[in-house]
Nanobody, 126 residues
Framework: QVQLVESGGGLVQAGGSLRLSCEAS????????MGWFRQAPGKEREFVAS????????YYLDSVKGRFTISRDNAKNTVYLQMNSLKPEDTAVYCC???????????????????WGQGTQVTVSS
């Protein structure tokens, strides 16, 4: 059973930064792509970023390109989301997810992820 635990959310002013972490356990972390999704109140879940198992390739939602950076440390079984220049519209619950198949790049299709964390709240005030 894979467990994903996020941390690092909080309240920040517009223009500020936060770094989210997601620690994984339960299977070989380094074999699976990882992703970050977010869900704002009253809205559908939205893909934010993903990273391949090796970390060599990353993918982003257009609206976060240049502001957010996804990375991973396979020795620590952890994936990160560095968020800079935060905007009020970034306010949401952020969840990490692990790909369902090893050594397979995944991007925004949530059906390609089979394990999800509980999420961490990010609130950006104007």
């Amino acid at each position: 059973q894979v467990q994903l635990v996020e941390s690092g959310g909080g309240l920040v002013q517009a223009g500020g930064s936060l770094r989210l972490s997601c620690e994984a356990s339960g299977r070989t972390f380094s074999s699976y792509a990882m992703g970050w999704f977010r869900q704002a109140p009253g809205k559908e879940r939205e893909f934010v970023a993903s990273i391949t198992w090796s970390g060599r390739s990353t993918y982003y939602l257009d609206s976060v390109k240049g502001r957010f950076t996804i990375s991973r440390d396979n020795a620590k079984n952890t994936v990160y989301l560095q968020m800079n220049s935060l905007k009020p519209e970034d306010t949401a619950v952020y969840c990490c997810a692990s790909a369902a198949s090893p050594y397979r790049p995944v991007v925004g299709d949530s059906l390609q992820y089979d394990n999800w964390g509980q999420g961490t709240q990010v609130t950006v005030s104007s």
